[in-house]
């Protein structure tokens, strides 16, 4: 756990790429040997991270979508419940996001393929939401990068500490997903019982961070 945090932290800070195996290993106190030895080095320590990050958001994703067979609400509960991940796991979160492309070979594909199933589910919604008139959508992949964007931002800026608590992001999410696809409004009471969001073991649970802003709209 201490090692994926120090790495998780690294390379939210620096990056991959410019982060070392000897930088995490001091992170821990421990020597490249060690470390290549419990954890068989860099890019399986960044892949292990990111498909402990994307099984995460599949798992709340299942169980959004048991509840209900309304694409409204179906929607709005996908959208609730990776507004809470990103929110409870944003260094996590971030680097899962941003450090695809450093993977190789099996890692890169296994990543790939679970990012693409959860991206499905967000489709899948949204296809039938279109399909019954119950959304109003010109291009179903735009309407997609979209919502999945503006949730995954939220590891970018969203500050425990800040003005609105991680329930408030979820409402005003919901709303703005509802208008981007021409949904009718969904309140919170129609998505309960909610997806809980657990925070990930690679979650450093103290991370001060310049890059991340407090909300203050």
């Given at each position: 756990?201490?090692?994926?945090?120090?790495?998780?932290?690294?390379?939210?800070?620096?990056?991959?790429?410019?982060?070392?195996?000897?930088?995490?290993?001091?992170?821990?106190?421990?020597n490249s040997a060690t470390l290549y030895h419990y954890t068989g080095g860099k890019e399986e320590l960044l892949a292990g991270v990111m498909r402990a990050c994307m099984e995460e958001l599949l798992r709340v994703g299942r169980e959004a979508l048991e509840h209900s067979a309304?694409?409204?609400?179906?929607?709005a509960r996908l959208v609730r419940a990776h507004v809470a991940t990103q929110a409870v796991n944003p260094l996590t979160a971030r680097v899962t996001d941003r450090e695809v492309h450093a993977l190789t070979g099996t890692?890169?594909?296994?990543?790939?393929?679970?990012?693409?199933?959860?991206?499905?589910?967000f489709q899948q919604v949204l296809e039938r939401g279109a399909r019954t008139g119950q959304f109003e959508i010109t291009d179903l992949r735009i309407a997609r990068l979209a919502l999945m964007e503006m949730c995954n931002g939220v590891a970018n800026w969203y500050r425990p500490e800040g003005r609105l608590t991680v329930s408030d992001v979820?409402?005003?999410?919901?709303e703005l997903s509802c208008r981007l696809v021409g949904s009718r409004s969904v309140h919170r009471e129609e998505c309960e019982p909610e997806a809980a969001a657990l925070h990930l073991d690679s979650e450093p649970r103290d991370h001060p961070d310049d890059n991340t802003m407090e909300v203050s709209a």
């Open positions: 756990m201490r090692i994926r945090q120090a790495a998780v932290r690294l390379f939210a800070e620096k990056g991959f790429a410019a982060t070392g195996i000897r930088e995490i290993g001091r992170e821990v106190g421990l309304d694409p409204a609400v179906q929607l890692n890169h594909t296994q990543v790939l393929r679970l990012r693409d199933d959860y991206e499905s589910m979820q409402d005003r999410f919901v």
